[in-house]
């Protein structure tokens, strides 16, 4: 989505004396080319890429970009730069410009050449490792840019210091020329342009929304901190080019910001973010909560500024301190009379929306996707501070106190009937995978892996599938009409459609955050196979958002899928081609001519006979399969709040900033 908001939100509170130490205006050390510390050569990046940057799909192209601003965002929280420029270039590069210190262009003592030589084509060669330079660092992988110069086809960096311009250039890492003074400035900072290599990347076209997404996030997560980022179009010059998208990312509210950002589309309990912020013997920590109508917790953790999706020991220690002051402070304002009826975790984080960012030297990092603090002292400092401030904020704002509490003794509540249901759901084996629902045709293969499961809209479509599969590894569940809108229901209420029972039972992996296993899954893809109309359209939005607040694993580890039907197929005397979009169908009539063909238009997947279902739609040898992912879980979450909540005005916002990106749908 498209986003050019520069808005403090009202009532943001002034920034803490820790806040300055840890943002852009400070007093930087200076950086020189003695502060390169160099550990190890630039050997087999380009042999193996995956190492350095997770990938060589989409997510590791993107991630290229992303390291590169990391440097910048480290010079903003060494208090040496407040703004940074990037931009998707015509030629398929991206630059990323900052008003930082500049990258040193001294003489390396140790390696006898400029230290921006040596940054730029050795590995692990920066300030980051040398505490004096830089305080905390980001940057998951934070192999430095000079794998970016390995796996681009060129790479131009420039460095606008001591009244010139010093620039090197670069082809697949190796260096084609000496650091030259091309000219003279009063500016200061580094610029970096860089075009992936196709040798490399399996494609090498940048989205320009996911870069938005990770900018606006940064720029959250850094009060005050101006980030743009522009895309360039046609039309232009070199000398004056044209701008065919451009937004400017800056928040004064910073992590309070960003949570009534994610808070489109709910109803606060509160008009403002609880805020705290501190910093202890060089650990920072920053925290924005505000409780909300809705029945989902939303909690964000960041650590120097990585996105940790796996969570770690800062968020135990955040979960700590939150379950125990609020039991407390219910205890003695007499909302809960015996300690026996303590409110659980759970029921403490219905409906709340966080932001908790620290920053630190050295974090470890573990878990699948090395998103995860391991830090064991980390638990303990967090839960030490917010439990002092939390604790203080509550005695202070009795009202919102009582408000918040009110919430979680009801969802408390909710969740004892909700205990209820599933026990007797079990006792009649509604949630007992051993007993599968009568409506599910189920396939023979037992290997996960190797199964699918569509799940399609009605019994017409379901009997065309049901004899158009291929009955080994394809099962079959058709659904009754439209499923319950879990993002306007609480558990119990949800375990009590039966529809749901239906799909938990057929996926056989559980329900909820503290239940669903994907080990169990029985399916290796779940694919959704609805019409290409309106209501095929919401049925599907109702099914994402279920697996996203109750089986968000599926979506995380790439398990569902969205069948492609064809719109259109093409017939020629006895010949037949399908078309899967106007583009593809007007392509196909201009091949053939115009001349004795018979051309009909899908509207539902009823109106295909099994043979052409399989042929076009479920046939692994020819078929057509979108896969679901979220590159961006807190743009995800804010989606779901927005499409599926109560609000009507984000939801009109939304519809109308989107509407013409839609294609080939049936009103």
Sequence with gaps: MDESVSEAPSG????TDADRELSPGGEASAYTAEDIQVLKGLDAVRRRPSMYIGSTSSRGLHHLVYEVVDNSIDEALAGACDRILVTVHRDGSVSVEDNGRGIPTDMHAEQKRPALEVVMTMLHAGGKFDSDSYKVSGGLHGVGVS????????????????????????????????VDIVGTTSKRGTLVRFKPDPQIFEETEFKYDLIAYRLRELAFLNRALEIRLRLEGEGGTQETPSWEREDRFLYEGGVQAFVQYLNEGKTPLHPEPIYMSREREGFAIELAMQYTDSYVESIFTYVNNINTVEGGTHLAGYKAALTRCLNTHALKAGIIKDPKDALSGEDVREGLTAVLSVKLRGPQFEGQTKTKLGNSEVKGMV?????????????????VARLVLEKCVSACRAREAARKARELARRKSLLDAASLPGKLADCSERDPALAELFIVEGDSAGGSAKQGRNRRFQAILPLRGKILNVEKARLDRALASEEIRTLITAIGAGFGSGEFDVAKVRYGKIVIMTDADVDGAHIRTLLLTFFYRYMRPLIDQGYIYIAQPPLYRVKKGKQE?????????????AEVGRTGIMLQRYKGLGEMNPDQLWETTMNPQQRMLLSVSSEDAAEADRIFSILMGDQVGPRRQFIEENALKVRNLDI
């Design 12 to 15: 943001a509170v002034d920034v």
């Design 147 to 178: 794998v970016v110069n390995a796996l681009s086809e060129w790479l131009e960096v420039r460095v606008f210091q001591k009244g010139a311009i010093f620039q090197q250039r670069y082809a697949r890492g190796e260096i084609l020329g000496d």
């Design 577 to 589: 081609w399908y078309a899967y979009d106007d583009a593809e169908m007007e392509k196909r009539l």
């Design 383 to 399: 839960e030490s501070i917010i439990g002092e401030d939390l604790t203080d904020y509550l005695d202070n704002h009795e009202a």
